[in-house]
């Protein structure tokens, strides 16, 4: 189902007069799975729960698959909501957990549990119906909320900042399996982070919000490549000046001088493993850093002193 | 620190805590020692107890009404304001207005004013002389009025922090997946605050059970109907024409067990719920 959003803005009453969301107009395709990107602060979170109903916007119109919803409770939008910390019912077992919107639902006894024990396969919780939600891991926490919020066959789902509270590994896991997940139930997805790298891994679309406004709508790749506004160009990777522009260090070329392109002396060499930073002071006063694979570095074999020349790929 | 923290503790608490109560069961059973003029040789002290003496203590007549009369009054009151206790301290909690830091301390005035202050109060209020026109003097319902007032800043507090700790985002999952927000309440927070509305209820009903100060004017002392356990217990401990105190102190005992068994309740039920959430 698609979503579109129209002039959306929440002030949440604030006295400056700042606005949590200041205007959003965004089109998220039928089946995609859109990444809602932009530091704390930039009024995500905000219009992820506008979307769900959890939140009333000041103006603006919310749409799923053409209709209009801006005035439905949440409890009829039939939309599945995984919260930053999952919100588990902990007075619930996990397979009650996830059954709680069918019994809300009143559907009859044989079909819930048929969907609960499907739901349980789905995430990979079998073994752990009967446990309650502290006796789980964060990761088994967020699979039991994501079936919970999809028992309910939602329209749309809803991810607030999915990956933010589990350590660096079961994140890694839990990425690709959300990005295998949506290709087994292609449900029109939105998933709201702060983490530029999960939003290009996962999504199939990222918006980039910054300040309560826009900043850019596109492919990962396309706004990767080509980023609209230095925010975007500085917020979706590493970037570094030369000659008054900005560029990604990996599109830098480095030389022993002579060489064409700005001219410097390295200043520092820092060797992260598959990557070498080497940081260059040039000429004209500024500095810039470039990147290297360890297999450049080697065959260039630069060290702090040297006369270099950095020119663009 | 360590043990003799410990030690410390042990010994502030008999002190403060075991001896009396140990003191009024001794009584109440008649205990008493006989040293067999051994002096200090322990082995030779017997136990003596009578409880000829407890039984008759609670078979003087009025004994029995009265301790009958605190604990239905005392549960009923401990009920009305469990539930208002909620009620309020959810609108403490979730609503913000003018004005509520100062109903908010509010709530504490009946912790802060002496209780015979509220038996003035009350005797005034609803008195012979009422300017309501309202007289409850040697009324049940002036006692109930009266143990409403006493007990309800208990129910207030002991549910509010576990209100405030609340995960909100729990019941916004409820509301997504299609819960009004009645079910969402019965469903989801009540289960949650279950703990603490027990502990809230065996708070106030303990309370209320030996409240004397704020009931002891408008009861009318003398009035069968509402002489309650504590003034039973005032009265007979005041009479020295026979052996009133003994009769107190069976009393006494018998409101300690009723209040040991309401507390093990409201105890079991937050543990059963609490393993639960947090094993």
Not at chain 1, 129 to 145: E, T
Not at chain 2, 162 to 178: H, K
Request: hydrophobic share 45%; net charge neutral; glycine share 10%.
């Amino acid at each position: 189902m698609s979503i579109s959003l129209d002039d959306v803005a929440k002030s949440y009453g604030r006295s400056d007069g700042k606005f949590a969301l200041n205007g959003v107009t965004a089109e998220i395709p039928s089946g995609s799975l859109t990444a809602i990107l932009g530091p704390s602060g930039s009024g995500k979170s905000t219009l992820l729960k506008v979307i769900a109903g959890l939140e009333q916007p000041d103006r603006g119109r919310v749409c799923i698959e053409g209709d209009d919803v801006t005035d439905l409770d949440a409890r009829f939008r039939g939309i599945g909501f995984c919260f930053q910390q999952y919100a588990p019912f902990r007075h619930l077992t996990v397979e009650k957990n996830i059954a709680y919107g069918l019994k809300v639902r009143r559907r009859p006894r044989a079909e819930i549990s048929k969907k609960v024990a499907e739901m349980l396969e789905l995430v990979q919780l079998g073994d752990f119906a009967k446990r309650y939600p502290a006796q789980l891991s964060g990761g088994q926490r967020q699979r039991m909320a994501l079936a919970r919020a999809l028992a309910i066959e939602p329209r749309v789902l809803l991810l607030d900042e999915p990956f933010g509270a589990l350590d660096a590994q079961v994140r890694a896991e839990l990425r690709t399996w959300v990005k295998n997940l949506h290709d087994q139930v292609p449900i029109t997805t939105i998933m709201v982070t702060h983490d530029q790298s999960e939003a290009m891994e996962v999504a199939s679309q990222l918006v980039v919000l910054r300040d309560g406004r826009i900043e850019q709508t596109g492919a990962p790749g396309e706004l990767y490549d080509h980023p609209a506004t230095p925010f975007v160009h500085e917020f979706l990777g590493p970037t570094t000046t030369v000659g008054g522009e900005v560029v990604r260090p990996h599109d830098l070329v480095l030389r022993r001088q002579p060489g064409p392109g700005h001219q410097g002396k390295v200043t520092g060499v820092v060797a992260l493993g598959f990557e070498v930073r080497v940081e260059v002071a040039l000429d004209d006063g500024s500095s810039c850093w470039v990147q290297l694979t360890a297999h450049e570095f080697a065959e260039l074999t630069v060290t702090v002193g040297d006369a270099v020349a950095v020119s663009p790929r | 620190m360590g043990t003799s923290g410990a030690t410390l503790l042990a010994g502030y608490l008999a002190a403060v805590v075991c001896i009396p109560i140990a003191a009024i069961f001794g009584h109440g059973f008649g205990l008493s020692f006989d040293t067999h003029g051994a002096g200090l040789e322990l082995w030779r002290w017997s136990l003596h107890s009578d409880f000829a003496g407890f039984t008759s203590g609670l078979s003087v007549p009025g004994a029995w009404s009265a301790i009958r009369l605190s604990i239905v009054v005392s549960g009923i009151v401990a009920a009305i304001n469990s539930v208002m206790g909620v009620a309020i301290a959810w609108v403490l909690t979730h609503d913000h207005f003018r004005g509520k830091a100062l109903i908010s301390s509010m709530i504490d005035l009946p912790f802060a004013l002496p209780t015979i202050v509220a038996g003035v109060t009350f005797i005034y209020l609803y008195g012979a002389d009422s300017p309501v026109k309202l007289d409850l003097t040697g009324k049940v319902l002036g006692l109930g009025v009266a143990l409403t007032f006493v007990t309800l800043p208990f129910c207030v507090r002991a549910v509010q922090p576990v209100l405030e700790a609340m995960d909100l985002d729990a019941q916004d999952a409820a509301r997504t997946l299609g819960a009004s927000k009645l079910r969402t309440f019965w469903s989801i927070v009540v289960p949650s605050i279950l703990p603490a509305v027990a502990s809230a209820y065996a708070l106030a009903f303990a309370r209320a059970l030996g409240e004397y100060g704020s009931i002891s004017l408008i009861a009318l002392v003398g009035t069968a109907s509402t002489t309650t356990a504590s003034i039973f217990l005032f009265t007979q401990s005041t009479n020295f024409a026979f052996d009133g105190f003994t009769s107190a102190a069976a009393v006494a005992i018998v409101l300690l067990g009723v209040c040991f068994v309401v507390f093990s309740v409201a105890g079991t039920v937050g543990w059963w719920i609490n393993k639960r959430l947090r094993p």
